[in-house]
């Protein structure tokens, strides 16, 4: 995931979000889902976007989706809308999906509002020591880190690297090799 962690104040791209989503949601095969994939959940889901909307949001050749395109794929792909929203501040997938998921720490954020950073860097503090003590890492990545074996070369004939492998594959193909 070195390709999405945001360690810089730079935002992720569009693309570079949609590409993390993709990466979580491999299936035990390692296939991520296609543009026709998403596509129908979106359609499933109620807000239909065409596959070739999809495919263009993916490869990074639409400029300006709507919101509720937005909306859509963030949906199909089981995330936060506002992930797939510019700038630093939407770019932290762990903390979105809390803030959707739970309504009590929506609530915390609430309490924090008005309170001295010495305050909330006591809340942190403590938080961390919670996390500690049920055994869980301190540090949560801003996208979750995917599936374990996600990332494993599948088996299968081996990608061309150049024209000329691809013109060595086709005269061993047409020799019988």
Known sequence: M??????????????????????????????TPSAKDVSKDTHEAGSPVSHTTVNSLFNGSSANP???????????????????LRGVEWDDLSALSVFVARPEAREVLRLMQGLEVQDILEISSRLREIRRQRGLSEDV????PPPPGVDQPREGRPRRRSLHDAAERAADYLEGR
């Open 2 to 31: 070195d390709d999405t962690q945001n360690t810089g104040r730079r935002a992720l791209s569009l693309q570079a979000k949609l590409l993390a989503l993709l990466r979580l949601r491999r299936d035990d095969d390692g296939f």
């Open 66 to 84: 709507t919101a509720d395109t937005l909306s859509s794929v963030a949906s199909a792909l089981g995330a936060p809308a506002a992930f797939l």
């Open 141 to 144: 990545p801003t996208i979750p």
